[in-house]
C-alpha cells in the first residue's frame, strides 16, 4: 500500500469534536495561555500532559478574534499569543506535502489545508490552515526546508517561491518585502 494512501486513512480515521455545532449558552474565561511557541500552560503553569493538551486542542474555537475551548455547555475564551498550532515536522510524500502539528495531528497541504503567508515578527512566514478558521504557523527549521525547496525551482522573473502539493500550489516566501 502507498504511504501517502496510508496517512490519509489515518487523517480520514482521526475524528474531531463537532465544536462548529455547539453553541453554549455559558460564555466565561479560563486562565490558559498558549505562548508563541505554542506551549499551554494553566495559571501560569507549563501544561505537561500531552494527551490534556490534545484535548485542549480538539475543542478549540476562533470567533471574533477570540479563541474559545468549547464543549455543548460552555464556552470559555482563552488567550493566544500568535496561533494555537505550529507545525514540528513536514515529509514530502509522494508529491504531497504532509504537516504535523504540536499537538501531533497530521494535515495533506492542498485545497481543504490551504497556506498563506502572514506578518510575523516582520517577516512573512507560511501558515497553515488547520480546520475552521483555525491556524498553524510553520516554524522556523520548515521554513527554510520549503525556501531551499523552492529555490530549486524558482525563474529569476518571479518574486515568490512557490511550491506544489498534489495539485495545489502554494507561496513560500515573497523576495520583494
Known sequence: ???LKIIAEQIEKHTQPPVHRWKPEVVGEIDIRIDAKG???HEG???KREPLVQLFASILWFEDGNYYLVTPA???AIEVADTAYIIHQMEYVDS???ATT???EQFMI???NPVELRKYQGQWIPYLRVRYDLWARVNRSIYYQWVTEAMKNKTDSVNQLLLSSGDYEFEVARLDD
Do not use: A, P
Open 45 to 47: 503553569d507549563l501544561i
Open 74 to 76: 460552555e464556552k470559555l
Open 110 to 112: 492542498g485545497q481543504d
Open 102 to 104: 504540536n499537538t501531533h
Open 39 to 41: 506551549f499551554w500552560y
Open 96 to 98: 504531497t506535502w504532509v
Open 1 to 3: 500500500m502507498d504511504r
